[in-house]
């Protein structure tokens, strides 16, 4: 089944204790990315990937990292969470750089990471 | 002003009801559009996606573009219970494929 897999589902950590949330999908995409979606605020990106060891910010990368050394894993990295960063996060990967119009920036979601920073 | 703006609801419509969400997005120059189902806790799935001008219907699912105007809208035809979720626009504002969301208008199908 093509899919994107993201763990750990449900997380809860302290101030200034490092973590990764991983990322992997099976579907040969090379376009990743990491969004995390907030009450009233929508889905915003955090980071995303057009291929291996290609990554650049999205909307809000302030206190995240992301590395891409394989195809199929994207995983994130919270150095040091605050509070700030209890989120739900998801991953997504597409056909990019594929035909837009034949739906290669249509996105495939993992299932979701709730983080919560106390 | 945002580059797309829902309004985020909620909307209530009767069971077998139309329900209608609208969409509005800044950049003139965006190449496709999307809306995205949310149950509650759950990842966003695609229902639709739209390229040109005019309508494209998909079941009970229309989606409306007009580029003029510069917005985007879903129509579900005999609403269900089960159509209760958050419905998400997204825009790929320019080359390059980056989709942006909008915040989400929750419906809620009333039995």
């Known amino acids: 089944e093509a899919q994107v897999t993201q763990n750990p589902r449900y997380l809860i950590t302290v101030t200034g204790k490092k973590l990764t949330v991983t990322c992997s999908q099976n579907?040969?995409?090379?376009?990743m990315s990491w969004y995390r979606q907030d009450p009233g605020l929508g889905l915003r990106q955090i980071y995303y990937s057009m291929n291996v060891e290609v990554t650049d910010k999205g909307d809000v990368p302030e206190g995240y990292k992301v590395s891409r050394k394989e195809k199929r894993n994207f995983p994130l990295i919270l150095e040091s969470p605050s509070p700030n960063q209890t989120s739900l996060y998801f991953c997504?990967?597409?056909?990019?750089?594929?035909?837009?119009?034949?739906?290669?920036?249509?996105?495939?979601f993992g299932a979701g990471s709730r983080l919560t920073v106390l | 002003q945002k580059e797309v703006e829902q309004n985020s609801g909620p909307l209530s419509v009767p069971e077998g009801a139309i329900a209608s969400l609208n969409c509005t997005y800044s950049?003139?120059?965006?190449?496709?559009f999307f809306w995205y189902r949310q149950y509650s806790g759950k990842s966003p799935e695609l229902i639709m996606s739209i390229y040109s001008n005019g309508d494209k219907e998909d079941g009970r699912f229309t989606a409306q573009l007009n580029k003029a105007s510069q917005y985007v809208s879903l129509l579900i035809r005999d609403s269900q219970p089960s159509d209760s979720a958050t419905y998400l626009c997204a825009v790929n504002p320019r080359q390059g494929g980056k989709l942006i969301f909008g915040q989400g208008t929750e419906l809620s199908v009333k039995p």
């Open positions: 950049d003139r120059g965006s190449q496709s």
């Open positions: 997504a990967s597409s056909n990019l750089p594929g035909p837009i119009y034949s739906g290669a920036n249509v996105l495939t």
């Open positions: 579907m040969n995409h090379e376009y």
